[in-house]
C-alpha cells in the first residue's frame, strides 16, 4: 500500500516496467511477436525513435547500409525521390537527397535507462552487476529449472522468496555475505522502498533505479514476468513475481556494498548532485532520424512496388477445368508460397488454399503416454476443448544414457564408463554421418500416424481439468463451415481435399519452436490437420453444413498431412477412409507432391553454403536432409527469414507471380464475404500473428545484440526454458543471428482483395486490430477486385497508388536463378 507521505507508489512502477520487459515465452513456447509491443499505441516512426533513445535500441539499418544498397540499386532512385518529396515537399527534394546520400551525422546514442546505475561504478568505483548478476543468474536458473537439476528449491509452491528465506533459515551456507541483508530477508518485513531507501535514498530516483537495475538484464526480468502472468508457460510450474525479483536483487546489492565499505557507505542519491531526465519524457526527431525514416521508407517501397505492379499486370484468362484433381489446404506461412507453386505447376488441375495452420481449431492436445498438454492455436486464445491421442504403436526411441540413474553416485559412474564411452563413440559418427536421434526434434514425432483422435464429444460428463475433451457435431459444424467460406471454398469441391499442416525437424536447436507451425502455438500443425480432415468427413457435420448452403459431394473426402519444411517431406494420415477410386488416385496425387518437394528443396538450397543448387533434384534433397540433423548445423532452415507481404484474396491474384518465398498467403473470395465478415476474422488474427513475425524478424536483424539473441554459437541452454551466453549471462529474447542474417528488415505489406470503403469498416470494427494499421506497424493496401486500382491506407484513409515502376520481367523458367543467385530474387511474371 501506498504510505501516506509517499510519492513512490509500487504497484503503478512495478505494472509500468513489466509492461516495456521483453515479453518472450520459454523455448517451448517460442512464438513470435512484436519485441516493441509496449510502444504499439504509437505511431510507428515516433515509436522506434522513442524506445531507441529509452533504451539504446538500434532501430534502423545504419546509414552506410541504406546508401550502399542504395548503390547496388536495391533501393530505387525513382521511390527514394518520392519518399523525399512526400515528407518534405518537391521544393526540398535536392537539399534532403543531398543530406540522405552524402552528410554526415554523428551517430552515437545515449540511453536514458542505465544513467542512475553508472554511478555506482563512477562515484563508488564498485560493478555492481558483475558483484551480483552471476548469483543472482543461477538461483533464478535453478529455481525456474525444468528438468536438469537434480535437486528442487524447498518450499518452492509458497514462491521465490520463500524459498530463499527457508534455504537461509537451514542451510549451514547463506546467499549473503554479511548479516544486515540475511536479516532483513529473514524478518520477512522487507519492501521495495524501504530497500530503496538504502539503497537510492533519494525517493525521486527510486523509479529510474528499479528501471535502471532490471533492463540491466531484461532477458531474466522479461521470463520472471512471464512466467509471473502466466505460469501455465513452464510444464513444471514455478511461482514467481517482479516484486519478489526485485526484493532479492536490491537484497544481494545492499549486501555487496555492505561486504565492500562495511555498513558506512552513503545512499546513491546522496552522492551524485546532477538532473537525472525523466525517462518516458518526450522524444523529439532529429534530422537523423528523418534521413533513416526516408530511407527506410525507400527500401520498403522498392520493393512493395515491384509487387503491386505485377498484380497489375494483365494477365491472360486461362481455362477452367470442368473439374479438379485435387485440392490443397496450406497453413499461409511464407515457407509454403513455394510448395503451392510447384504443385500447381506440375498438375494445372490442381488447386491450393491458404488458411492459418491451426485451421480454426483450438484445443489442447494431449499424446497417450504424456502427463502434460500442448496448445495447438494462436498463443492469446484459451481453448476449452482437449483432444487426446489414443491407440498409439508409435515407439519412443530414447538413449540408454539419458536416465535419472546417471544422477547416483554409484550407478551414475558406472553408467558414465560404459555407455558414457558408448555415447561419445556415435557422437564422433555423427560428424561425418549424421542420422536422427532420440534427441532430434522431428516434426513427425508429434503424433503417431497410426494412432486415433478422440475428436467427437461422446459424454457430457466426459470432461479433464475443466476442458471438454472433443467437440460436439454441433460444434464441429460451425467450425468447418468458418474455415470453408472464409478461404471461398464453398462450391465445386475436389475427390480429395488434402489439409496440409507444417512442422520442422533439427538437432541441436533451441529455437525450434519457432521453426513449427505459429498458429499452432509452435508446434507441428499434424493434429489440427487431422482433427479438420475427421470433422469435414463426418456424416452429421455435412448435413449442417448443407443446411447452410454448403453441400460436399459424398465422393468428396479429406485428407489430412503434414508437410516438414525442414526435411521437405510430407506425411499423410488416415489414406484407409479413402474410397477405393480416391486411393488410387491418391497414389498419383503422392508422386506429385514428392516432384513439388524435390523441386521445392532445390529452390531452398541457394541460400546455404553448403550446398551445390546445380546438383540433380534428388542429390539436393539428400544434402537437405542431411542439413536437418547435422549437430553442426546453426541454420537448418531460414525459416520466416525475408518475409514481407500477406496477401489476402483469391489466388488468381498472385498465382503468376514468382515471389521468392516471401509471402504469407491467406485465400479469401470477397464474393462469399461483401460485408467483410469472415475478412474481419482473418485480419483480426492476421495482423498480430503475420505482423509479429515479421517485426520480430526487423528489430532482431537492425539491433541483434539487444534486441535479438547474437549468434547461437554460445548459447547455453538455461533450465530448458531459455539460452544464454556462457553459464552467468543474460537470457537472450529475440532470433539469433543465424535466423536473421538475409532478412531485410521491413514492415510487412498486407495487400487485401476487397472494395476499399469494406476494408477500411472492417479494420474499425476492432481497435487492437485497426492500431496495427493506423499506427503503420504494417502497411496496407486494398486492390480492388473489379477494376483492378491499388489504394495504400495512410492517415485514416486509402489513397490511389500508382506504381513507379513501368513493367515487371517475365521468365518461363526460374531454376536458373535458383542455381546463380543466393540473394532475393526481384518479383518476376512467371510465363
Not at 461422446?458 to 454441433?474: A, M
Amino acid at each position: 500500500m501506498k504510505p501516506h507521505n509517499s510519492s513512490f507508489d509500487e504497484h503503478e512502477i512495478l505494472h509500468e516496467l513489466k509492461h516495456f520487459l521483453p515479453a518472450q515465452a520459454p523455448l517451448k513456447d517460442f512464438v513470435h511477436h512484436n519485441t516493441l509491443h509496449a510502444f504499439q499505441h504509437l505511431k510507428f516512426y515516433k515509436a522506434i525513435v522513442k524506445a531507441s533513445k529509452i533504451f539504446g535500441y538500434k532501430v534502423f539499418l545504419t546509414l552506410d547500409e541504406f546508401r550502399e544498397l542504395y548503390q547496388t540499386k536495391k533501393i530505387d532512385d525513382k521511390v527514394l525521390d518520392r519518399m523525399i518529396i512526400q515528407r518534405k515537399g518537391v521544393h526540398a527534394l535536392d537539399e534532403w537527397k543531398e543530406k540522405v546520400l552524402n552528410h554526415e551525422y554523428d551517430t552515437y546514442n545515449t540511453p536514458r535507462i542505465g544513467l542512475l546505475r553508472a554511478n555506482w561504478k563512477k562515484v563508488h568505483h564498485i560493478d555492481m552487476d558483475l558483484l551480483v548478476h552471476p548469483i543472482l543468474f543461477r538461483i533464478l536458473c535453478s529455481f525456474l529449472d525444468q528438468g536438469i537439476s537434480i535437486w528442487s528449491f524447498p518450499n518452492i509452491h509458497k514462491g521465490f522468496l520463500a524459498s530463499i528465506r527457508e534455504m537461509e533459515r537451514n542451510t549451514f551456507t547463506s546467499f549473503f555475505k554479511t548479516e544486515r541483508a540475511r536479516e532483513l530477508l529473514l524478518k520477512g518485513h522487507c519492501k521495495i522502498e524501504d530497500l530503496l531507501k538504502i539503497l537510492v535514498g533519494n525517493e525521486a530516483l527510486f523509479k529510474q533505479y528499479l528501471f535502471d537495475q532490471q533492463f540491466a538484464h531484461q532477458g531474466w526480468s522479461g521470463m520472471v514476468s512471464v512466467v509471473e502472468d502466466a505460469p501455465q508457460t513452464l510444464l513444471d510450474r514455478k511461482h514467481i513475481s517482479t516484486h519478489d525479483l526485485i526484493i532479492f536483487e536490491l537484497l544481494l546489492e545492499i549486501d555487496a556494498l555492505d561486504y565492500k565499505f562495511g555498513q558506512n557507505w552513503a545512499p546513491l542519491g546522496a552522492t551524485f548532485h546532477e538532473k537525472m531526465p525523466d525517462i518516458f519524457a518526450e522524444v523529439h526527431e532529429t534530422e537523423l532520424s528523418q534521413v533513416l525514416m526516408m530511407w527506410q521508407d525507400a527500401f520498403e517501397w522498392t520493393y512493395y512496388d515491384q509487387v503491386l505492379k505485377g498484380l497489375k499486370v494483365e494477365k491472360t484468362p486461362k481455362a477452367q477445368p470442368k473439374s479438379k484433381s485435387f485440392q490443397a489446404l496450406f497453413c499461409i506461412d511464407d515457407r509454403e508460397c513455394s510448395i503451392r507453386r510447384y504443385l500447381e505447376k506440375i498438375d494445372e488441375n490442381c488447386e491450393t488454399f491458404g488458411t492459418p495452420g491451426f485451421f480454426g481449431i483450438e484445443f489442447y492436445y494431449q499424446p497417450e503416454h504424456a502427463n502434460s498438454y500442448t496448445k495447438q492455436c494462436p498463443a492469446p486464445v484459451t481453448p476449452k476443448y482437449l483432444i487426446k491421442e489414443v491407440g498409439t504403436k508409435q515407439k519412443i526411441n530414447k538413449d540408454a544414457h539419458f536416465t535419472k540413474h546417471t544422477h547416483s553416485l554409484v550407478r551414475g559412474w558406472l553408467i558414465s564408463q560404459t555407455l558414457g564411452f558408448w555415447s561419445a563413440f556415435r557422437l564422433f559418427v555423427n560428424i561425418f554421418k549424421p542420422s536422427m536421434s532420440a534427441a532430434s526434434v522431428s516434426s513427425f514425432k508429434h503424433m503417431d500416424k497410426h494412432s486415433t483422435l478422440t475428436v467427437e464429444h461422446t459424454h457430457e460428463d466426459h470432461r479433464k481439468d475443466g476442458l471438454q475433451v472433443g467437440f460436439t457435431v454441433e460444434e464441429m459444424a460451425q467450425r468447418i463451415e468458418a474455415l470453408l467460406r472464409s478461404i471461398g471454398l464453398v462450391k465445386d469441391f475436389a475427390p480429395i481435399v488434402y489439409v496440409v499442416g507444417h512442422g520442422a525437424s533439427s538437432v541441436n536447436n533451441t529455437h525450434y519452436a519457432g521453426y513449427d507451425c505459429g498458429a499452432c502455438c509452435g508446434r507441428p500443425g499434424s493434429v489440427n490437420a487431422r482433427v479438420a480432415s475427421y470433422m469435414a468427413n463426418h456424416k452429421g457435420v455435412r448435413a449442417i453444413l448443407a443446411k447452410n448452403g454448403i453441400v460436399i459431394p459424398d465422393e468428396t473426402q479429406f485428407v489430412g498431412a503434414l508437410h516438414d519444411t525442414t526435411r521437405d517431406e510430407i506425411e499423410f494420415y488416415d489414406e484407409q477412409i479413402l474410397s477405393q477410386k480416391n486411393a488410387a488416385d491418391h497414389l498419383i496425387n503422392e508422386k506429385i507432391f514428392m516432384e513439388g518437394l524435390d523441386l521445392n528443396a532445390k529452390e531452398r538450397s541457394r541460400r546455404f553454403e553448403s550446398i551445390d543448387t546445380s546438383l540433380d533434384l534428388q542429390k539436393v534433397h539428400d544434402k537437405i536432409r542431411l542439413r536437418s540433423v547435422s549437430l553442426f548445423e546453426p541454420r537448418p532452415e531460414l525459416n520466416h527469414a525475408t518475409n514481407a507481404i500477406c496477401i489476402v484474396g483469391r489466388r488468381e491474384l498472385s498465382k503468376d507471380l514468382f515471389l521468392d518465398r516471401r509471402a504469407f498467403m491467406n485465400s479469401y473470395n470477397y464474393k462469399v464475404d461483401l460485408d467483410g465478415k469472415y475478412l474481419f476474422n482473418i485480419l483480426k488474427a492476421a495482423a498480430p500473428v503475420c505482423g509479429g513475425i515479421n517485426l520480430e524478424y526487423y528489430f532482431s536483424r537492425v539491433d541483434n545484440q539487444k534486441l535479438g539473441a547474437g549468434t547461437k554459437l554460445p548459447h547455453n541452454v538455461m533450465g530448458l526454458f531459455g539460452v544464454a551466453n556462457g553459464i552467468d549471462g543474460d537470457l537472450r529474447p529475440g532470433l539469433p543471428s543465424q535466423m536473421i542474417e538475409v532478412h531485410d528488415p521491413i514492415r510487412m505489406l498486407f495487400i487485401v482483395e476487397h472494395f476499399p470503403e469494406v476494408v477500411l469498416e472492417t479494420i474499425q470494427r476492432a481497435p487492437e486490430t485497426y492500431e496495427w494499421f493506423s499506427n503503420e506497424w504494417v502497411h496496407l493496401v486494398a486492390v480492388n477486385p473489379e477494376t483492378q486500382e491499388l489504394f495504400t491506407f495512410k492517415d485514416g484513409r486509402f489513397v490511389h497508388y500508382h506504381p513507379l515502376r513501368e513493367s515487371i520481367e517475365a521468365m518461363a523458367e526460374l531454376e536458373p536463378l535458383f542455381e546463380t543467385h543466393q540473394e532475393n530474387i526481384p518479383v518476376y511474371l512467371i510465363k
